[in-house]
């Protein structure tokens, strides 16, 4: 029985399992989290460093559980989970890079030569953390979900050229901002 249950469960939507969530089905909640979890698991994979996936995706999840009773259905439930998601690699970005502040006030600036970071996966992720949140996002459902302007446009609630439009100006950011990390230019404040 409880299998049949469990079946007829798979094929709710994610709208009536979030009122079953909010009147304390936990079985809905474990059907909600093995739906978005991979999808959530390679969204942060490829925007947090690895040693840090697990902890985020716990926070993102956390996020989830804490916000849930503030879920209305003005929008799609992938919408809004989507914005937690993004909040939360957001803010451990912000965190990462008050650290990183913090260290480079306290190093010894005579063994610091940034003309040794060359390492180009450092200089994308520099660029896309000194991006504003809505460009690095459609990068992102760009180039690593690989989603399609169409797809891109539905889940950011924009329209068509909207997406397009948002996506050129993210190129032509990221390639500023991965010039400046790479040649050292924002130091020289050219």
């Not at 709208?15 to 809905?28: A, H, M, Q, V």
């Not at 474990?30 to 697990?54: G, Q």
């Not at 950011?173 to 230019?185: D, I, Q, V, Y």
């Amino acid at each position: 029985m409880q299998y049949i249950n469990q079946e007829r469960d798979n094929k709710l939507s994610d709208e009536e399992l979030i009122k079953r969530i909010k009147d304390g089905d936990k079985d809905s909640f474990n059907i909600l989290i093995k739906t978005y979890f991979s999808k959530i698991y390679n969204r942060v994979y490829h925007l947090i460093p690895e040693p840090d996936v697990d902890d985020v995706i716990q926070d993102i999840f956390m996020g989830l559980i804490d916000s849930l009773d503030s879920f209305e259905g003005r929008s799609a439930f992938t919408t809004w989970f989507h914005r937690i998601a993004m909040n939360k690699i957001a803010d451990y970005h912000r965190r990462i890079s008050r650290r990183k502040e913090n260290f480079n006030e306290e190093k010894d600036y005579k063994s610091f030569n940034p003309w040794e970071e060359t390492d180009e996966i450092l200089t994308i992720e520099k660029a896309l953390a000194n991006m504003p949140s809505k460009y690095r996002e459609i990068l992102i459902l760009k180039c690593s979900e690989g989603l399609s302007f169409v797809e891109i446009a539905q889940k950011l609630g924009l329209t068509y050229e909207a997406a397009r439009s948002r996506y050129r100006r993210a190129i032509v950011m990221a390639r500023k901002n991965m010039k400046l990390n790479k040649f050292g230019s924002k130091a020289f404040n050219i």
